[in-house]
């Protein structure tokens, strides 16, 4: 449908956000380690040969975008607040958590441990977040891939999304402005250290247990904001249920900014329909088309990508999903958008 120039970067027509179902025997491991049944070298070990496995597997869908699956974590946010000096963990901070936050109810309603890292001294980034898992990525691929793999890490906002005044001490930092600009530079220090060596990411939300969100509403309240006042290129936007809204708020999509749109469930192994998503990303296609910037339709429809709206395991165990079932959603994506882009 598209007779677009061939697409060489990111965002690839068919992206995935991170985390892939983890194998069951790499569950047990890290159980293993986690109760001095396995040294460190055997749980590493299992993490690279259950990696292996799963980059083969997007090679074999026909994914140009690769990732670790997130295999090296238990959930989408470890491996960031741990690392910061000035952090402490909280094993069960389910009384410092905010009603407003959906997650939140799923939590107190089944009475489930919350762990929390709140910050009691100056946040200061002494050891690198994600790089030694970006070049150990690269160790186990291609050459020839290495401009394609990806890193997933939490939004800058996320603790204290869920914790709100109990994220910092008040003897560490008078309010969240103090706050942020620590937490900002440390990002900035991580980013540039991950770009330096060759990666690109994807900062996520994430999904609680069989996709309960951490957050919902519609993109309509920071659409002007969200695509014409921050500098960024490209969105991947939740668009597979309606607690995303409508896709009218990509009428202010400006050109020469893309849009990943995720339309496959990552929550259910229903499948879905191809024409029906072939059909959502023409309707996507028009309002851009018709938005605040007229341009033809072929245009607008070079600025889209499609993904799953989420990671597939978010947290350790995953969504009610096989491995079986993520191989079928992906095969989807793929052959989706070779049926709307040339360049898929």
């Given at each position: 449908m598209s007779d677009s120039t061939p697409r060489l970067r990111p965002p690839f027509r068919a992206e995935h956000?991170?985390?892939?179902?983890?194998?069951?025997?790499?569950?047990?491991?890290?159980?293993?380690f986690s109760t001095g049944l396995c040294t460190a070298e055997e749980l590493r070990c299992a993490e690279d040969e259950a990696i292996r496995k799963v980059i083969q597997m997007q090679r074999q869908r026909g994914m140009k975008t690769i990732t670790d699956g997130e295999f090296r974590r238990l959930i989408f946010w470890e491996g960031l607040h741990e690392k910061l000096e000035g952090m402490s963990i909280i094993p069960n901070a389910l009384h410092l958590a905010m009603d407003y936050v959906p997650s939140v109810a799923y939590f107190k309603q089944r009475n489930l441990p919350?762990?929390?890292?709140?910050?009691?001294?100056?946040?200061?980034?002494?050891?690198?977040?994600?790089v030694n898992d970006f070049t150990s990525l690269k160790a186990l691929t291609l050459p020839?891939?290495?401009?394609r793999l990806k890193v997933t890490m939490c939004?800058?906002?996320?603790?204290?999304?869920?914790?709100?005044?109990?994220?910092?001490?008040?003897?560490?930092?008078?309010?969240?402005?103090?706050?942020?600009?620590?937490?900002?530079?440390?990002?900035?220090?991580?980013?540039?250290?991950l770009y330096a060596a060759g990666c690109?990411?994807?900062?996520?939300?994430?999904?609680?247990?069989?996709?309960?969100?951490?957050?919902?509403?519609?993109?309509?309240?920071?659409?002007?904001?969200?695509?014409?006042?921050?500098?960024?290129?490209?969105?991947?936007l939740e668009y597979d249920s309606d607690r995303a809204g409508t896709l009218e708020p990509l009428r202010w999509l400006p050109r020469g900014k893309f849009v990943v749109l995720g339309l496959i469930s990552s929550k259910t192994a229903e499948l879905e329909s191809k024409d029906a998503l072939i059909e959502r990303v023409l309707e996507a296609a028009r309002i851009?088309?018709?938005?605040?910037?007229?341009?033809?339709?072929?245009?607008?429809?070079?600025?889209?990508?499609?993904?799953?709206?989420?990671?597939?395991?978010?947290?350790?165990?995953?969504?009610?999903?096989t491995e079986d079932d993520v191989v079928r959603k992906l095969t989807l994506l793929v052959e989706t958008s070779k049926a709307l882009w040339s360049d898929a």
């Open positions: 956000v991170g985390s892939l179902k983890r194998p069951d025997t790499l569950l047990q491991k890290r159980k293993d919350m762990t929390a890292y709140v910050c009691e001294g100056k946040l200061l980034r002494k050891t690198p977040f994600y020839e891939e290495h401009n939004a800058p906002e996320w603790f204290h999304l869920r914790h709100g005044e109990y994220t910092y001490s008040k003897a560490v930092y008078q309010n969240d402005e103090e706050y942020f600009a620590d937490i900002v530079k440390a990002y900035r220090e991580e980013i540039r250290d690109r990411l994807h900062l996520c939300r994430g999904n609680v247990i069989n996709g309960h969100p951490f957050s919902e509403g519609s993109f309509d309240p920071i659409a002007v904001k969200l695509f014409r006042e921050i500098d960024a290129d490209v969105y991947y851009i088309s018709d938005g605040v910037e007229k341009r033809p339709l072929v245009e607008a429809l070079n600025q889209i990508c499609i993904s799953p709206q989420c990671g597939f395991a978010s947290h350790s165990d995953g969504n009610s999903l």
